[in-house]
């Protein structure tokens, strides 16, 4: 059985959306847990609204960055022995918990169990959907396992496994690694706590199967609004990387840790931000050429960096 977390803040227009693609799900042995943050746009009173009694509501009154309180407040109240997370303007197709049954009875010894998910850009009527970019290049794969080294040279080369919305764990690693890194950053923390988990959890099993959409065109969206930080993955990294013994996780750890500082500043450019350069914020022992290339061209003058973005990432989603 899944015990389900939704944190919600100020995301009444997708509410609706969000929940209803959890009572759709085919596999019915559920509870949600909803955790509002703080909405002041009537998102608690429609949260309330919903009558069946697989639902619980929480309420907090400031907002958390990123969500990460509400979610260790819904972890701390979960009575099941898998916890799968959704946020408020995404949803699930109606095979995503069935999907996760398969797997858990295909690996029972896996910890953390993932699937795959697509992007919308609704800047159409019918939107426009892409795979996720480990989908694309596992698919032929099937079924698998993945392993710490899978999950950080997947991630630096672009294609991460796990996405919040695809990914389930069982409640003991989650408790063990102690949720979300709550007050310790505004971004990256969903990526810090997948990088904890599979670092002591071991195992994963991943499945092609698309069973989530993850929108991209809603409001109060965190990516859209957050300036450049260095996030949690920072100081996790360097942790983990002390504690290691194989040189060969040490590299992978600090060329991660490069590849998602690069990611946010790429970010943060492309909604329209001026970050500061990436001096003193990668490993430079550790960077790929593509890395090397990046930061130097942190350096230039704001007008200029975003004129050559606009031109290199041209038609990127076309």
Known sequence: MFSIIIPIYNKAPHLDRTITS????????????????GSTDGSYEKAKSYPDGRIQLFSRTEPG??????????????KYEW??????????????????KEL???????????TSWTDNFEQSKAGRFFPNA?????????????????????SINGAPP?????????????????????????????????????????LAIWSPELTVIYHRDSVNMVTKSQKFELGCEFATVARLAENATDKKIVRLLYQ??????????????????????????????FLTKKGVVITFFSFLPSRLTKNLYRLTSKGKYD
């Open 22 to 37: 959890v009572l759709n799900q085919k596999f019915e042995e559920w509870e949600l847990i909803l955790v509002d943050d």
């Open 65 to 78: 960055p990123g969500g990460y309180a509400a979610r260790n407040l819904g972890i701390t109240k979960a």
């Open 83 to 100: 916890v799968a997370f959704l946020d408020a303007d995404d949803e699930w197709l109606d095979n995503h918990l069935s999907t996760f």
């Open 104 to 114: 858990i009875d295909r690996q029972p010894k896996a910890k953390i169990i993932a």
């Open 134 to 154: 480990y989908n694309l290049k596992h698919i032929t794969k099937g079924i698998h396992e993945i392993t710490l080294p899978i999950f950080l040279q997947n």
């Open 162 to 202: 796990f996405w919040t919305g695809a990914v389930g764990f069982r409640a003991d690693l989650l408790r063990e690694i102690e949720g979300f890194p709550e007050g310790r950053c505004k971004r990256g923390g969903d990526v810090d706590t997948w990088l904890r988990a599979i670092y002591y959890g071991k």
């Open 256 to 285: 991660f840790l490069n590849a998602r500082v690069v990611s946010r500043w790429l970010q943060t450019l492309r909604v329209g931000q001026q970050p500061e350069s990436l001096w003193g914020k990668v490993k430079w022992k």
